[in-house]
């Protein structure tokens, strides 16, 4: 079986700060993908980073970075200097097969001025 | 990256009412999947959605309840049938794209609210 857990229901941080996001996939599959998604008030879903499940290395996107570590199966996100337009809620959204993908229950995430 | 367009953006319906909501992609596609996000919740999917074939539901979702066409590559629609208010969600057309073809594009939803 597979399960995403995003233990962090909200988070709340002032402009400027960094935040992490965790998120851990617990499977047996030894090949996926691994995406984090953003969700505004709007409601609209925003692709941000896709992993697979090959590659540990760590990236950089400009303020986003993200720590993926097969070995404790967690695949965390963090955004450095806060905006408040970085206030949304977070999926982590494992890809399982060839099209389903399994959400977390979602982190908010409030940047406060 | 796919552009997709949903109708209506959001619907107050009055229960045992239908509602049919539209997804429109700007390519051909050839799977369209639609999820529902109950408030506060994470998306589930509901099914998916092949050109020339019957929807594939997944646990949880009849056809009856929310039958879905797909008449072309580039457009499907979900029927909510016979609403309550426990249908009140955001429901979500979805499309795969991009590099290897596993991102995933979503329409802007509709915010289905049942009185």
């Known amino acids: 079986a597979q399960k995403v857990t995003q233990a962090q229901t909200e988070i709340s941080v002032v402009e400027k700060e960094d935040v992490t996001l965790d998120c851990v996939y617990e499977t047996r599959d030894t090949t996926y993908y691994l995406f984090w998604y953003k969700q505004p008030p709007s409601g609209e879903l925003v692709f941000l980073i896709r992993?697979?499940?090959?590659?540990?290395q760590n990236e950089i996107s400009g303020r986003y970075s993200w720590n993926f570590q097969k070995s404790t199966s967690s695949f965390n996100f963090t955004i450095t200097a806060s905006q408040v337009v970085d206030s949304a809620v977070y999926f982590c959204?494992?890809?399982?097969?060839?099209?389903?993908?399994?959400f977390g229950t979602g982190t908010r995430l409030k940047v406060l001025a | 990256s796919a552009v997709i367009s949903q109708k209506p953006s959001r619907d107050i319906c009055q229960r045992g009412t239908s509602l049919t909501i539209q997804c429109q992609v700007d390519s051909q596609v050839t799977m369209m999947f639609w999820y529902r996000q109950q408030p506060g919740q994470s998306l589930t999917l509901i099914a998916t959605?092949?050109?020339?074939?019957?929807?594939?539901?997944e646990s949880g979702f009849v056809i009856d309840k929310f039958p879905i066409s797909r008449p072309n590559l580039t457009f499907s629609t979900l029927t909510v049938s016979n609403m309550s208010p426990e249908d009140s969600s955001i429901y979500l057309c979805?499309?795969?794209?991009?590099?290897?073809?596993?991102?995933?594009?979503f329409g802007q939803g509709t915010r289905l609210t049942v009185v």
């Open positions: 992993r697979n499940s090959f590659d540990e």
């Open positions: 979805s499309v795969k794209g991009g590099h290897g073809n596993t991102e995933a594009f």
């Open positions: 959204a494992p890809l399982s097969g060839t099209y389903k993908y399994i």
């Open positions: 959605a092949n050109q020339g074939s019957e929807a594939t539901y």
